[in-house]
Nanobody, 119 residues
Framework: QVQLVESGGGLVQPGGSLRLSCAAS????????MTWYRQPPGKQRELVAT???????YYTDSVKGRFAISTDNAKNTVYLQMNSLKPEDTAVYSC?????????????WGQGTQVTVSS
């Protein structure tokens, strides 16, 4: 019912910035949790940042102070602003949506967008 499409990835030098977008189409309930995950080559997927419909946010320690997650509900889009990028930030970044009601929970994933931090 919901499609998620990430964009904004690319190649950036260390210390640079990128803003990732995740656009959702379909029915989005007012209660939701949007999460950015990333998976470096050959490594496990890890949680990067989370935001809820109520505005609560969470960041993994390695990105605190550098990344910021936000939403534009009018555009059904979640953003990940990434500043002071490091080579270890290189990964495929994917957005995840958990939404629903007290009786039905939905879980959606986007296809991911590649972020490469290299000089």
């Amino acid at each position: 019912q919901v499609q998620l499409v990430e964009s904004g990835g690319g190649l950036v030098q260390p210390g640079g910035s990128l803003r990732l977008s995740c656009a959702a189409s379909g029915t989005i309930f007012s209660r939701y949790v949007m999460t950015w995950y990333r998976q470096p080559p050959g490594k496990q997927r890890e949680l990067v940042a989370t935001i809820t419909g109520g505005g609560s946010t969470y960041y993994t320690d390695s990105v605190k102070g550098r990344f910021a997650i936000s939403t534009d509900n009018a555009k059904n889009t979640v953003y990940l602003q990434m500043n002071s990028l490091k080579p270890e930030d290189t990964a495929v970044y994917s957005c995840n949506l958990k939404t629903g009601t007290s009786w039905a929970q939905y879980d959606y994933w986007g296809q991911g967008t590649q972020v490469t931090v290299s000089s």
